[in-house]
């Protein structure tokens, strides 16, 4: 094998290039980010690493229920952001229902006051 970072694998007979450590690109199960919800492209959504293996994540929109089954998407997708990128990009970003009463009430209490 030839002088390359141990977390690429070249696959001759595919002739591309799979990562071994997923990890080293950053992400972690469980981490928290901000996903074009596949269903519907122009939906950016919270959503959650639920898995991650041989080159794809599987992602949980947060706004869905437990029972709706996570996404699939390549590790190097152009659909996901970290948090923080909805807002800074001042782009509407869809939030779980319980995030959103939250929200709402933090912002009651400081009128309030």
Not at 25 to 30: A, D, I, P
Not at 39 to 54: F, K, L, V
Not at 57 to 76: A, C, F, G, K
Not at 96 to 103: D, E, G, S, V
Request: proline share 9%; charged share 20%.
């Amino acid at each position: 094998m030839n002088d390359i970072d141990s977390d690429i694998l070249i696959v001759p007979a595919l002739n591309c290039v799979q990562m071994t450590d997923w990890g080293s690109l950053g992400f972690e199960v469980g981490m928290k980010l901000e996903a074009v919800n596949p269903g519907q492209p122009g939906e950016i959504c919270a959503a959650t690493i639920t898995r991650a293996i041989d080159g794809v994540m599987w992602l949980h929109l947060d706004h869905n229920p437990p029972s709706v089954p996570d996404h699939i998407v390549p590790l190097d997708t152009f659909d996901v952001f970290p948090i923080g990128w909805c807002e800074s990009n001042e782009c509407p970003l869809k939030t779980p229902k319980l995030a959103a009463t939250r929200r709402l009430a933090t912002v009651q209490a400081e009128y309030e006051l």
